[in-house]
């Protein structure tokens, strides 16, 4: 059974660094093909596509948020993370961890709310 | 990027009906688009991918079609349990993007 879970600090302060980690469990990040993504959800907009990491450590990243977003995992621990410096009002969201496989999306996490706020 | 364009943005269906959601690629995504179920509290869900593969444990009245820039999620003889958002996600090339959302609301 694959199940994902977000964590994250709940609220930061504009300009702080955003550290996201998403436990995951029923499979490895070291299987060929597998990977996890993270993608984010304002209150009552839509989904926005952050960043990928697979099996190989090949690293995708939203050309949107340009250079704020570090992607990482430990495979030991079935763990994945995702860093955003410098946040601001427009990062708050739900924040969404999901297995890739391959191409797609095929498990996600419930989500963890991140507010920024000063 | 590609852009992906869902319509319509809402939708009201009774239960039994047949319904059809569009997604339009601003360029050609060959097969390459999955379609996802979301409901308040329940992790979003697969539906679809490849354009028309349907995953494993999704009821057959499921289904996707289309390819190139055109596609389209028909769910057939509607239950309860269908109703909520729908969202197209294309996974041709990087970055990855979703169309806006489909709401599927009981008539």
């Known amino acids: 059974q694959v199940t994902l879970k977000e964590s994250g600090p709940g609220i930061l302060q504009p300009s702080q660094t955003l550290s996201l980690t998403c436990t995951f469990s029923?499979?490895?990040?070291?299987?060929?093909?597998?990977?996890v993504g993270w993608i984010r959800q304002p209150s009552g907009k839509g989904l926005e596509w952050l960043a990928n990491?697979?099996?190989?450590?090949?690293?995708y990243y939203n050309p949107s948020l340009k250079n704020r977003l570090t992607i990482s995992k430990d495979t030991s621990n079935n763990q994945a993370f995702l860093k955003i410096t410098n946040v601001d009002t427009a990062d708050t969201a739900t924040y969404y961890c999901a297995r890739g496989n391959w191409a797609f999306f095929d498990y996600w996490g419930q989500g963890v709310m991140v507010t920024v706020s000063s | 990027d590609v852009q992906m364009t869902q319509s319509p943005y809402n939708l009201a269906a009774s239960p039994g009906e047949s319904v059809s959601i569009n997604c339009k690629a601003s360029?050609?995504?060959?097969?390459?688009l999955a379609w996802y179920q979301q409901k308040p509290g329940k992790a979003n869900k697969l539906l679809i991918y490849d354009g028309s593969t349907l995953q494993s444990g999704i009821p057959s009245r499921f289904s996707g079609s289309g390819s190139g820039t055109d596609f389209t999620l028909t769910i057939r003889s509607l239950e309860p349990e269908d109703f909520g958002l729908y969202y197209c996600q294309q996974h041709n090339e990087y970055p990855w993007t979703f169309g806006g959302g489909t709401k599927l609301e009981l008539k």
């Open positions: 029923g499979f490895s990040l070291s299987t060929y093909g597998m990977g």
């Open positions: 360029k050609s995504i060959s097969k390459y």
């Open positions: 990491i697979w099996w190989d450590d090949d690293k």
